[in-house]
């Protein structure tokens, strides 16, 4: 009878040491269990991920800010570029209606390259090259000391606005002006439209009236006649 029950706790003992194999292994002394195990790794893992995340964030901004410089600066060259063009372009069409001046009416050199369709105003006529031409050769045999300063240019696009002032001694004939020695000054002003480093069109004002006064051929008024006297008296 006292046999059993030491039997019955020899097989318990043995049963329950057979399965301490399934049992987990003994913690190490000091941890506060599976919590503490877990959160470890996830700790560790948030050490690398973080400055990973903010090396590709930086990498990114890095980027768009490169892209941004770039495509700025590839816009400035172009603004650059065009305006520099137009500017060339803009001083050789000013550099182009000079000479109508200082080469055609000043030394008689017409060498100005003119469009085959070029019109010319004045007024309300229009005039073609060769009558532009042969009125200028007329100026200069009216007055041969014939001298035109460009007193103001204004560019832009394909049209150039001339401002002159012109001076000579009319000494000669020519354009209907006979001879008469008197010395003129004379200002006006030009616009001209230039095509394909050509001019094209032009439109001309001048104070023709102040030549016509300074050249004397103008009629002068007939004076008023002198009214006095005195009125009869009363008797």
Known sequence: MDRMPAENALVRYTLVTAQLPLLPPPRPPGTNGTRETVRQPIIRSTHFCVPELIMKT???LLSAVATILVVAGAASCRADASDGTGAQSLEL???????VYEEGLNQGRFEVPYS???VGRGGRATFTHADGMAEAKGWRAAFPDLKITVDKQVAERDLVAVRWTARGTNTGTGNGIAATGR???VTGTTLFRLADGHIAEEWTCADSLGLMRQLGMLATPAA???TGGSSAGTP
Request: net charge positive.
């Open 183 to 185: 010395a003129v000054q």
């Open 116 to 118: 085959a369709d070029f």
């Open 93 to 99: 069409n000013k550099s182009i209606t000079r000479r």
């Open 58 to 60: 930086y990498d990114i």
């Open 224 to 226: 008023a006649p002198a």
